[in-house]
T-cell receptor, first 117, second 114 residues
């Protein structure tokens, strides 16, 4: 069964450094998302992406964050200058469509655990 | 602002028991509701998606119901097994404007004892 993959599984970085988290969505999916989960807290929406542009972003997704689909398969989240509070599990997700029915289902990757020291 | 609450926060049951997990949301203007399973340190596995026009969805031993007007959903697990032990999350997609972002509850941590 097709699945969303993410690399790396764990990233440790120093405060102020840039990180890029990578995702490969399911191949026929058109909508891509990033979420994060701080330890012990709820999963929070960051951004959605469709047709090579951001569809929606939350207030968490400030100027330090950016997303890109550099080629036909990868979807990346960049944090320009990491802060301690960026430490979290970051999940990528994708869905086939937003037309209703089962195609709305969002499929999540295994996550990247980001630790900022 | 949409808030999603899941009760109880944790539940421990003996193997074989049928159980119900609850999810409530404050704004009934939702597009759909999705139930997920999360294993420790792992990603989210989609279990069921219910459109706002539907009342329930079934998959194997799982049955999810939706009462949009009262802002409630339940996940029924029949004949629970130790392998069902995980955290169960519900998430709603709010209606209108958004491009699919999900609003999550904090989850119910289920432990099924052999």
């Amino acid at each position: 069964e097709p699945e969303v993959t993410q690399t790396p599984s764990h990233q440790v970085t120093q405060m102020g450094q840039e990180v890029i988290l990578r995702c490969v969505p399911i191949s026929n999916h058109l909508y891509f998302y990033w979420y994060r989960q701080i330890l012990g807290q709820k999963v929070e929406f960051l951004v959605s992406f469709y047709n090579n542009e951001i569809s929606e972003k939350s207030e968490i997704f400030d100027d330090q964050f950016s997303v890109e689909r550099p080629d036909g398969s990868n979807f990346t989240l960049k944090i320009r200058s990491t802060k301690l509070e960026d430490s979290a599990m970051y999940f990528c997700a994708s869905s086939e469509a937003l037309l209703g029915g089962r195609t709305d289902t969002q499929y999540f990757g295994p996550g990247t655990r980001l630790t900022v020291l | 602002k949409q808030e999603v609450t899941q009760i109880p926060a944790a539940l421990s049951v003996p193997e074989g028991e049928n159980l119900v997990l609850n999810c409530s949301f404050t704004d009934s203007a939702i597009y759909n509701l999705q139930w997920f399973r999360q294993d420790p340190g792992k990603g989210l596995t989609s279990l069921l998606l219910i459109q706002s026009s539907q009342r329930e969805q079934t998959s194997g031993r799982l049955n999810a119901s939706l009462d949009k007007s009262s802002g409630r959903s339940t996940l029924y697990i029949a004949a629970s097994q130790p392998g069902d032990s995980a955290t169960y999350l519900c998430a709603v997609r709010r209606y209108g404007g958004s491009q699919g972002n999900l609003i999550f509850g904090k989850g119910t941590k289920l432990s099924v004892k052999p």
